[in-house]
């Protein structure tokens, strides 16, 4: 999209006044600039040039003593539920890497990345539900990205919202992603009459091109590729035609990104149908690009590329590769896969490169995706039972699973608790109670925690929204240091998986060692008994659980607060699934106390009542007017008052 919006305007601006900009900034147009009452238009070469002049001149130019404000000028017609961001905040990002367990059985160690925006994040939860968000490789220092909201009112609120909003001191510039196939007509679409609430755009038939993908296989993993941009137009073909071949030949829906990360020079497509259904688009995909390629004697190979969601990618690889060797030797293919350090806050997805014919990348894209709805079902099942493992902590809205960004389906809409639902899981007594951890690191690794000028440890306490705080060492030679988590329990687990990760990253654990650490939790000492359990049966049961050593330390003498430590190590999740064990036990405790205490209450309240009623029955017969008849004074009865 090359043509541009200039507004925010005065009506003394002249075409002569906006060349001289165009000029100086040495951004170069054709054509005459269009100037109307208060906004201009003007086309650009190319969208790369269209793209700078947003960068450099909207917000930041004056003329005529106005900001002039600059983007992509986008038809009614055209405009989506897509909408770009610009001028992010640089520093909003962060990285987990957290060895994941479902009770003995390892999934592995996984590079997570999770949303640490909580103020965007929030802020574009206001005006709809976000389906993506994609970064935009720019060369600017601040960072661009494309959301993709449910519908295009929620998208245009947006716009008219976020347009300007100050972010952390950086101003928002917000714009429409076109649809340009909006513009496209359908051939051999005769126009229906409309029902009424229906235009022609009413609810798909069962069956239709994207209708099953939407309905049948709404559950099912995408088919992501990355194709090269100059293929993009023989894919989409002359008006459609094309795409709308491959989608009712495969009964798919397919989405070709082609206006997100503009100037570059791949561009994803995202298929949605059966696996049957994304491998024969696959092939279909395939052959085009090569006929193009012959016809425009386009003389580089061009290889299959997948993109798959790093959490999947360590067991595609296998122990060793031997997952990876085999496909490749089964398929006769060569198969390469992007480093980890490629990898982004907006773009957890690896570069899975396959080169062999279309016939062997075909049969290859099969076993990977294969490998990778299994991985997706894995995890899918670990969620459920860590959802019910996990009492008052919400997996899914802590980021431990793909999100949408990628064209998987939300766990959320899977039966996984979503973050919305999250407090509906939180034990009676725990919704806003804080806890209290000290989790022990090696001494040498409390600079690395800290970081430099102490950015590291601010930048922890704000992401995870806790307290953390390292105690002094209690001895000049200890070998470990205490740090101090105070914060609800999801603050807990982001703070310390993100200490575990850390720990592993500066390589204080070689690399085939877990990470364990020793945590140390408070418990009222008329629990603790509790938690060890009639001849010790709870904490056992504790530790084959969780995998984590659960110690109760005998003879402790009770702090100020009669209080006791409960001592647990493991590994990050062992850890954290301990942890939430024992508060649940501590959550019923307390739960029996206060229903005791409301039984005690009571009692007394009916003892007291019953006591209040005698006295009140004592009082009346004192001098109530009761009778008896007693002898008179000759024998004979009379009454007498009492």
């Not at 766990?411 to 806003?432: D, F, I, K, R, W």
């Not at 209040?612 to 029955?617: C, G």
Request: a neutral charge.
């Amino acid at each position: 999209m090359n043509k541009l919006y200039i507004g925010n305007l005065s009506d003394s601006v002249s075409p002569v006044d906006l060349e001289s900009i165009f000029n100086d900034s040495k951004i170069p147009y054709t054509g005459s600039f269009l100037v109307k009452a208060g906004y201009a238009f003007v086309d650009c070469p190319d969208e790369n040039w269209a793209m700078k002049a947003i960068e450099t001149l909207s917000g930041k130019v004056e003329v005529h003593g106005k900001l002039i404000e600059v983007e992509h000028s986008v038809p009614k017609r055209q405009r989506s539920r897509k909408i770009q961001i610009r001028n992010i905040p640089p520093h909003l990002q962060w990285e987990l890497t957290v060895d994941l367990y479902c009770g003995p059985l390892s999934l592995g160690t996984q590079v997570v990345f999770i949303p640490c925006w909580k103020v965007l994040d929030s802020v574009l939860a206001q005006y709809g539900s976000v389906e993506n968000c994609e970064q935009v490789n720019t060369d600017t220092e601040t960072a661009v990205v494309n959301v993709t909201y449910s519908c295009k009112e929620q998208a245009r609120l947006a716009i008219e919202k976020l347009n300007g909003f100050q972010l952390e001191g950086y101003t928002l510039k917000v714009a429409y992603i076109p649809d340009e196939l909006a513009d496209l007509p359908m051939p051999h679409s005769p126009v229906m009459p409309t029902r009424r609430g229906y235009g022609h755009r009413g609810p798909q038939r069962q069956g239709s091109p994207g209708g099953a993908a939407g309905q049948n296989h709404q559950n099912d993993i995408p088919l992501r590729m990355l194709v090269p941009t100059q293929f993009v137009g023989a894919i989409i073909g002359k008006e459609g035609a094309t795409i709308r071949n491959i989608t009712k030949q495969t009964q798919s829906k397919i989405d070709i990104h082609r206006k997100e990360n503009a100037g570059a020079s791949e561009k994803p497509i995202t298929i949605h149908a059966s696996p049957e259904g994304c491998s024969t688009a696959c092939k279909i995909i395939m052959e085009i690009m090569q006929k193009e390629a012959q016809d425009t004697k386009f003389t580089d190979e061009i290889p299959l590329k997948i993109l798959a969601h790093n959490n999947f990618v360590g067991r595609l690889i296998g122990k060793e590769g031997r997952n990876l060797k085999k496909i490749e030797q089964d398929t006769d293919t060569k198969i390469t896969i992007s480093p980890l350090q490629e990898l982004t806050l907006y773009n957890p997805e690896r570069t899975i490169t396959v080169k062999g014919s279309i016939e062997t990348c075909g049969k290859a894209e099969e076993e990977i995706m294969k490998k990778i709805r299994e991985s997706y079902e894995s995890d899918l099942s670990a969620m459920n039972l860590q959802a019910h493992l996990l009492p008052g902590l919400n997996l899914n809205a802590l980021g431990l699973f793909p999100a949408s960004t990628s064209g998987i389906p939300s766990p959320s809409t899977l039966g996984v608790p979503s973050a919305a639902a999250a407090t509906n899981y939180l034990p009676y007594g725990q919704q806003a109670e804080t806890e209290t951890v000290h989790l022990f690191i090696p001494a040498m690794a409390v600079g690395a925690i800290i970081g430099k000028m102490g950015q590291h440890i601010k930048q922890l306490s704000r992401f995870a929204g806790a307290s953390i705080k390292i105690a002094p060492p209690e001895t000049p030679d200890a070998k470990e240091r205490m740090v101090i988590i105070t914060g609800p329990p999801e603050a807990q687990f982001k703070a310390q998986g993100r200490i575990y990760g850390k720990l592993k990253e500066e390589n204080f654990f070689g690399p085939k060692e877990e990470v364990k650490l020793e945590a140390h939790i408070k418990v009222p000492s008329y629990a603790a008994g509790r938690v060890i359990g009639k001849g010790g049966k709870t904490v056992n049961e504790l530790q084959n659980l969780t995998s984590a050593e659960v110690v109760v330390p005998r003879d402790q003498i009770p702090d100020e607060n009669d209080e006791v430590i409960v001592k647990i190590t493991g590994h990050f999740y062992a850890c954290q699934l301990a942890q939430r064990k024992i508060q649940e036990i501590l959550a019923q405790v307390k739960r029996q106390q206060q229903m005791q205490q409301q039984k005690n209450a009571n009692a007394a309240a009916a003892a007291a009542a019953a006591a209040a009623a005698a006295s009140a029955a004592a009082a009346t017969g004192g001098g109530g007017g009761a009778s008896a008849t007693v002898p008179g004074p000759s024998g004979q009865p009379q009454s007498r008052r009492k």
